[in-house]
């Protein structure tokens, strides 16, 4: 076995490509954005106006259109940005498989492939859920293209951070990770991180939202005023739940599965390792952030901060943990 | 069914609630004067309390990451140690805190055991709970179904007997748990489903409890020994000669069974073309043959990093490897007093391995009782750095070379304290010095020999073989751990993904028919259907539009012709439902 360099080279091509092409998506995201922005002030400014002479007819307001009635016709950025969007995923994921065959193994063998690769399941996830948003007419808040913008933003920042700091060259693997268990433990990761992810952005909007809302109701400045063509703080609330909690039980699974590997490895399936016990640190946090969502005074913005920082967890997890700490994981040659 | 539904998916949710309302006094105030009994029971609750059980679970988050700041004890003792040493104040401070023991620790132990009383103290009373709402009749239809989240009302052609009766069979079918009462002026069933929303969140938290146990089973009653094996020797596992055992409380080395592991040789790879990533390791493959027991057929196998030997709940792993040079030792009077391999420790990647000879019963040539030690480094590829100095540049041994200083005096193998085979202690000891007086360096390759002054001897380096090292567990309850691992992940599956739905149906006579009265002519019905989630459920608004679609189909008229969709005067109450209705209505118009 020895590594096909013509392949390797062709997958970082794909990868340059691949990034260019998020690139025009993220932008196309933002005009999206941008363009609600101004349809919600139109149409506010229109409701207002219709309710003025509704006044002055002295009728009800009952004649309002209702306010599914907001939902703007066609995006023809966002259209163009979802487009792009399956392009760049197209090339990545061709990135991603000509790396596999150049070393004959899955593409997740260090960290910078760890980084590629989980970036592919990112936008998979999200495109995956995109489809099926459009399958149900984009219809009960599951159009989830306002989100574009804030996934593919830390796609691309992962991308650039991967290549600059953590490139090695497509080897073969170390006999520690040769084991099946590689493919079945580290893609259950992959997945659960790519929701933590997306849930991440979304609960970052929404906590940006439930402010502008609050500012809004006390009458004052918005600011961000892009955020009034995203949903609701409760509808953006409810989405991030429900990825936090696929993620969850994905995350309890890419545990289960490392201690089944570990066992397998180093005969014992628990050892307090550093990354097992910030994977641990992790779960703890997720699982306070579902119960704090259940208690009373602390549903809302304290339990999203909890799962902020379970978020900034997961990321040291995968950064400070892998490059600082001497460890059992440590072997991916970074 | 007043008060809107709350937006909590998770488990822990309104159950709990509605089973503490007597609670609600003693949380916030505290009587005066408390009874011994009441104040226990007022603690009681605060620990089986759903905040205590959060901040607990934060606390647990939080004391779990000094374990992987600070060296542990039972991962690495020797990094312990020189923490201490490097560290003379903060130190052994520190380790009062017991931050090199974190997960035995006082405060670790406090905070998991309380969690899991927390635990215990909440799970077990939802479960009684639990047991009688999984009985319990569906509740009773609300008077105003218009006023639920989700509402339709169809007019149907059928009577209104048989509509109640294909809509209960609609529900059934679609897995509710139906009860169907009489009220004045027609009938309404009430349907409900997604206990095991409920039952799932049970088993998830007894569960863990489960795990909790199994791993401390594991911990009491478990192994594990280290030892180390040249090639062509044999390791017995009872009573075997370890180089380090550890077991729990109720477990000692004489559970270990009597098996005999031989290391036929040891296979070792390493990149030897790609520049990039030259030296990584490629393989690590130790051939042994394994006998269970004496006078068992021996088997061959080779154990690999993730292939160890699995028997009778033992389990040997390969965790190690290195080099062992081929010694022999003649003394001054001609003796051979030693010959053997002598494993060196590989000490980085590149294989610069340390090591030490001990020769206790060596003769000079003036036929004085000598001993003598040799320390020094092995390098399986040697080259020289710009100073001179060599090291290795290949874990391979392509061009193998020993460097080694001899000392003579006392080993300090006499006094009984026991001591480490891989270092000399060099209290007792002096340099072998050449004629300028400074302490010789013997740098032999494969073949050599060197031959000490003074008629001490002479050392061979006749050739290298390679060692591994082994790890020997037993760790009971590991199956039962994963069985209750994955239990818990079921329940936790079942506790968030499964919706807890309730659906009343109301049948009425259509208005301005004779539905009551026998033999008049049956003037159709009017249904009303009505639906309430527990948290938010994205698929409330789809699964009442099944049931009015169901129920039409199977009173055999054409589904949807003449629903009339979502009710007015809804719109109030709440932002979601919207979106939701307009869902739905946007299925029925397709």
Known sequence: MSVDENLAGISNVLLYGAMTAYVVAMIAFALDLADGQRTAKGEAARRARLEREAAKAGGAVATLPPPAALARGRRRAAAVATSVLG??????????????????????????????????????????????????????????????????????????????????????????????????????????????????????????????????????????????????????????????????VLWTFTIIAGAIWAQKAWSRYWGWDAKEVWSFVIWVAYAAYLHARATRGWDGRRAAYLSMVGFTCLVANFTIVNIYFVGLHSYAGV | MGTPPRTDETHLDRLREDAEPARAGADTAVPPALGPGELLRYAWRQLTSMRTALFLLMLLAVAAVPGSVFPQRDIDPVAVRRYLVEHETAGPWLDRLQVFDVYSSVWFSAIYLLLFVSLVGCVLPRALVHARAVRARPPRTPARLARLPEHRQVAVAAAPADTARAAEEVLRSARFRVDVREEPGGSSAAAERGHHRETGNL?????????????????????????????????????????????????????????????????????????????????????????????????????????????????????????????????????????????FLPQNANYDSRGVLKVPDATDASGEQVQLGFQGVFLPTVTRGEDGTPRSIFPGDANPMLALVAYTGDLGLDDGTPQSEYVLDLAGLHAVRGADGRPIGYQLTPGQSVTLPDGLGTLTFEGVTRFASFDVRHTPGQSAALLFSLLATAGLSASLFIPRRRVWVRVRPAAGGSGGAAGGSPGGSTVEVGGLSRGSDAGLAAEVDVVVQRLAERLGEPPGARADGAAPGVGDDGTGNDQARTAAASREST
């Open chain 1, 87 to 248: 392009v760049a995923f197209l090339l990545h994921l061709g990135s991603v498989v000509t790396r596999g065959f150049s070393v004959d193994r899955v593409p997740w063998g260090n960290m910078f492939e760890f980084a590629v690769t989980g970036c592919l399941v990112v936008t998979g996830v999200f495109l995956a859920a995109l489809v099926h948003a459009r399958r149900n007419g984009f219809a009960g808040g599951r159009d989830l293209r306002y989100l574009g913008t804030f996934v593919v933003g830390p796609v691309l920042l992962t991308l650039g951070l991967a290549l600059r700091a953590w490139y090695v060259e497509a080897a073969e693997l170390v006999p520690a990770l040769d084991s099946y268990w590689l493919i079945i433990h580290v893609a259950v990761a992959f997945l659960a991180s790519a929701l933590f992810t997306i849930g991440f952005s979304t609960t970052v909007l929404q906590l940006v939202q439930d402010s502008r809302e609050t500012r809004q109701r006390e009458g004052r400045r918005t600011g961000v005023s892009f955020m009034a063509a995203l949903p609701s703080a409760q509808e953006l609330e409810r989405t991030s739940a429900r990825l936090h909690a696929v993620a969850f």
């Open chain 2, 203 to 343: 088993v998830f938290h007894l569960s863990l409890v489960g795990l909790l146990v199994s791993v401390a089973s594991g911990s009491l009653l478990g192994y594990e020994g280290q030892r180390l094996v040249v090639e062509g020797e044999t390791f017995v596992g009872v009573r075997g000669d370890w180089d380090s055992f550890a077991a729990g409380p109720w477990a000692g080395e004489e559970d270990v069974p009597p098996f005999a592991l031989r290391l036929d040789r040891m296979d070792v790879e390493f990149e030897e073309d790609q520049a990039s990533a030259l030296g990584q390791p490629r393989l690590f493959a130790a051939d042994v043959t394994y006998t269970p027991r004496p006078g068992a057929e021996p088997r061959t196998q080779t154990v690999e990093v993730n292939t160890p030997v699995e028997d009778d709940g033992v389990q040997i792993n390969l965790s190690g490897n290195g080099y062992a040079p081929v010694l022999r030792f003649t003394d001054g009077q001609g003796r051979v007093v030693h010959t053997g391999a002598v494993p």
